[in-house]
């Protein structure tokens, strides 16, 4: 799943930050995240260790009223202020992407956030694909938030990091061996030899479901009880065009 590493969790990890109110736990497990390209370790580490020496473990409420566990810390210690000023704009900045109300905006906030905290000079080619392919996820749901503009997610942050948890990436790389991928991924592979397992009628039929992550009973309102595209003589077809012996 691309939210497996370091680098695809980041965007699940903000959201831990911005749902639980910046406690110390969540806040230190994003900011230590090293395979993230931070731009700033040194205000990181100042203001982590700010956070251990007083006791920054939640936010709370008290008489109706909420309080940042961090910004009642930082008044009884003025000489924090790179810390300080470090801590506001990277919780404006979070809470300004998880909180978006578009795909769109999120795309827009992310590449906000990224100019801030981020420097992709130091980005190693591994992190720069991974988090390239979870941009090009939210890419596709942008394309469906723009042709079905009236619909509206409560959460499209929501959404998005489970969809990053829900969709399977594998690195390209130049090592040589076998590699095993799933059917419908590895239709596109240009390997000289496919060996597919289990290749019975039943198993390499593939039924296209557009806006799978929808009830059927809202899928046919949109689709005015349209059948699902069969797709599996494409899938047959690409095997054949891809597969470099196949003469």
């Not at 997610?153 to 990436?169: H, N, R």
Request: glycine share 4%; proline share 4%; hydrophobic share 35%.
């Amino acid at each position: 799943p691309l939210d497996s590493t370091g680098a695809g969790n980041f965007f699940a990890q903000a959201k831990e930050c911005v749902t639980r109110g910046f406690t110390f736990d969540t806040l230190r497990n994003l900011l230590l995240n090293l395979e993230l390209p931070w731009k700033d370790r040194e205000s990181i580490n100042q203001l982590i260790e700010f956070g251990k020496n007083n006791n920054c473990i939640c936010s709370y409420s008290y008489n109706g009223k909420d309080f940042d566990v961090w910004e009642e810390s930082f008044k009884t210690d003025i000489s924090e202020n790179r810390a300080k000023e470090f801590y506001r704009t990277l919780r404006r900045h979070l809470t300004a992407l998880v909180n978006a109300e578009k795909f769109t905006s999120i795309r827009e906030e992310y590449f906000k956030f990224r100019n801030f905290a981020f420097d992709m000079e130091k980005c190693s080619p591994s992190t720069d694909r991974t988090i390239s392919r979870c941009i090009s996820e939210l890419g596709g749901l942008i394309d469906i938030e723009t042709e079905y503009p009236k619909y509206a997610l409560p959460s499209p942050f929501s959404f998005f990091t489970e969809q990053l948890s829900s969709t399977k990436y594998l690195e390209q790389t130049d090592n040589l061996g076998v590699r095993v991928l799933t059917y419908k991924t590895a239709a596109c592979a240009p390997f000289a030899c496919h060996i597919i397992v289990d290749a019975s009628q039943s198993s390499l039929s593939v039924i296209y479901k557009p806006l799978s992550f929808l009830r059927d009973d809202k899928r046919k309102i949109i689709f005015k009880n349209q059948e699902d595209p069969n797709v599996t003589q494409h899938f047959i077809m690409l095997y054949k065009m891809n597969s470099l012996d196949s003469d």
